[in-house]
């Protein structure tokens, strides 16, 4: 009796530092404020910030003009130690430039931590070759560049409204290879110079081409005249996961004002624009709107948008969860996700009165996996430490008859978990105490213990 007493306390307390060390990684991974836009007491905003690896980012804005008039001030910054610090830039541009003189920037493409280019309306774009020391200027015809994308240090390309601008020089010549139906295209994506491959998107069409940049087809469209619904034209620009998995997003305007979004709307393609499927079209409290995604090599990611938080996903974007940051009121508009290194991001979120770059760990996804008799099983379990309300497996595997169960510290079974055909489940975990758990799963008439889940909600 005596024993079984001393055996119920030392595996509560190893329980109990699982939670405290479940809880110290979910502490570590909330949003942090790494740069606020200031500067001689003067207020700026930021139009795009991008990354070429987790210490190398650069961010493009402009002053505020509070106190001259329709005037502002090109603002260019980097850090060279993941956000800690930030150094201006010296762009080339004159000092004070009017928005009718075509002087905003607002798209940034760190390709590498030396060769970063800028694009913006005028049809300017600015390159550096050596960090920012320096940067060239070209300008073209057309009112305004919305999204430039290069594929290695040579090989890029830019879209504007109806046109796409091509260089394999790093910028230092650009020629038009196409001419696009007049829509407002808001993101491209290019690949490799012998892939030949490259795609254009906005509001809900898809334009590629793939033999060198000579013929784009709009084979690759969400919807045409005829049967196309409101869902696909309400998605502005698409994330390019890969060459065959794009990620839409947008949102349902409000009719009598078009400044008000409603759902957040994310659709996403498998196959390289051919087919698609709506994955997430909701309202929620804190995401009014999805205009900026970024996921990592595992599938784990952001999508921002208006309001007052994020949504995560942990299966490349099939499936979105809403999180609040909780960062300012009022809301700020979150945009510009990038990518710094495989485990951050760096966005920015902006309100009427300032602007801000944050850093966020993306949702840590725990691969578990178990091998005894010669039987190998993977999940993923996530949340985990769990926080909240759900716990979702999902199987990296495909076998017949498979079925889970939690078991607490006791060896009591807390719960028992039957997936789909796909072996992925979506439980409730809210009447489970605090405390960690074993997941076990009942594969080839084996029972085998996968990983330990620690609840801290």
């Given amino acids: 009796m005596k024993k079984n007493i001393v055996q119920d306390l030392l ?6 530092i699982l939670i405290i060390m479940a809880g110290y990684s979910f502490a570590q991974s909330k949003y942090e404020v790494v740069r606020e836009a200031k500067r001689d007491g003067k207020t700026y905003f930021y139009f795009s910030v991008d990354c070429s690896d987790k210490n190398n980012c650069t961010a493009v804005g402009h002053e505020y003009p509070q106190d001259t008039g329709n005037a502002y001030a090109i603002i260019i910054e980097r850090t060279t130690d993941g956000g800690a610090t930030w150094q201006f830039q010296h762009s080339g541009l004159p000092s004070q430039a009017t928005f009718n003189d075509g002087h905003f920037l607002r798209k940034v493409d760190a390709i590498d931590s030396l060769n970063v280019v800028l694009a913006g309306d005028g049809g300017k774009i600015l390159r550096t070759t ?12 057309i009112v305004a560049i919305a999204d430039i994308s290069f594929s290695d240090s040579a090989t ?8 796409i601008l091509r260089t394999a020089d790093a910028g230092t ?5 196409a001419n696009l139906p007049n829509e407002w295209y808001q993101s491209c994506k290019a690949y490799s110079a012998t892939e030949q491959k490259a795609f254009v998107f906005g509001r809900g069409r898809v334009y ?18 005829e049967s196309g619904g409101q869902f696909w034209r309400n998605l502005e620009f698409a994330y390019f996961y890969s060459q065959q998995i794009l990620i839409a997003g947008g949102a349902h305007h409000a009719e009598e004002n078009p400044d008000i979004f409603h759902n957040a709307l994310i659709a996403i393609s498998q196959d390289g624009g051919k087919s698609w499927t709506e994955v997430f079209d ?20 952001i999508a921002l948008g208006y309001g007052a938080g994020v949504l995560t996903t942990t299966d490349y974007g099939l499936h979105w969860n809403p999180d609040t940051l909780n960062l300012e009121k009022p809301p700020l508009k979150f945009y510009s996700a990038t990518l710094a290194g495989d485990d951050e991001v760096l966005f920015i979120g902006q309100n009427t009165v300032n602007a801000k770059i944050i850093k966020a760990r993306i949702p840590q996804l725990l691969i578990a996996r178990t091998q005894l008799e010669n039987v190998i099983y993977s999940v993923r379990v996530y949340p985990n430490p769990a926080s909240t309300d759900q716990l979702n497996i999902s199987s990296l595997q495909r076998r017949y008859g498979v079925t889970y169960a939690l078991y607490d510290v006791l060896g009591r ?10 072996n992925n489940a979506s439980v409730s975990i809210a009447e489970l105490p605090i405390g960690a758990y074993k997941l076990f ?11 330990t889940v620690c609840i801290i909600k």
């Avoid at 590629?208 to 005249?225: C, I, K, P, V």
């Fill in 156 to 163: 890029g390309m830019a879209v504007a409204s109806g046109a």
């Fill in 208 to 225: 590629a081409t793939s033999d060198g940049w000579q013929t784009w087809h709009s084979g690759d469209t969400l919807f045409d005249d």
């Fill in 413 to 422: 079974k807390a719960l028992d978990i039957y997936p789909d055909k796909q």
């Fill in 130 to 141: 050596d960090g920012g020391d320096t940067w060239y200027q070209q300008q073209f015809a």
């Fill in 173 to 177: 010549t650009w020629e038009k290879v």
């Fill in 441 to 451: 799963v009942n594969v080839d008439n084996l029972q085998l213990p996968v990983t």
């Fill in 282 to 301: 909701s309202m929620t409290q804190i995401v009014g709107g999805v205009f900026s995604i970024a996921i990592n090599s595992e599938g784990r990611g």
């Fill in 11 to 16: 595996m509560r307390v190893v329980a109990m």
